[in-house]
């Protein structure tokens, strides 16, 4: 999924791109990278008391799919796209506007909820194409 392709690169775009600094850079990864991996708790009590794994998935791909267009939109329409810097010294550079922040921190976060829908149903879906009473697949 999308989540190691954009965790090994976002401070180096929150730093570079959305001059923030360093330590709030790496503050904003790890607390997005720890909901990453909380959200799969309530996804799977979500799975398992009121959907039904199947529709925990697809519900899950669709916010999925809704954070990472959001994202896109966030780093490639103009007016969302942080301002450039060319000043060596990135605290001289404008930090990027509220309107950019929430829309690329909404992606983000609406990416993290998708994957709790996502982690915890998808190895059990693979797990149901085989037959529980069906010797040669119990094997």
């Not at 959305?18 to 709030?24: C, D, N, S």
């Not at 708790?41 to 009121?50: C, E, F, M, T, W």
């Not at 959001?70 to 990135?90: F, H, I, R």
């Not at 922040?101 to 190895?123: D, E, N, Q, R, W």
Request: charged share 15%.
């Amino acid at each position: 999924m999308a989540y190691h392709g954009i965790l090994s690169n976002l401070i180096i775009y929150l730093t570079k791109k959305m001059h923030q600094g360093t330590v709030k850079s790496a503050n904003i990864v790890t607390n997005w990278a720890a909901t990453v991996w909380m959200n799969p708790i309530l996804g799977a009590y979500v799975a398992d008391a009121l959907l039904s794994r199947c529709w925990i998935f697809l519900v899950a791909s669709a916010i999925y799919l809704l954070g990472m267009s959001l994202l896109t939109l966030a780093v490639s329409v103009q007016g969302l796209k942080p301002s450039s810097c060319v000043d060596p010294n990135p605290a001289n550079c404008h930090r990027s506007k509220a309107l950019r922040l929430v829309v690329f921190f909404g992606a983000i976060y609406t990416i993290a909820v998708g994957t709790g829908g996502i982690k915890p149903s998808i190895s059990t879906i693979e797990v149901d194409q085989f037959g529980e009473f069906d010797p040669k697949e119990k094997a």
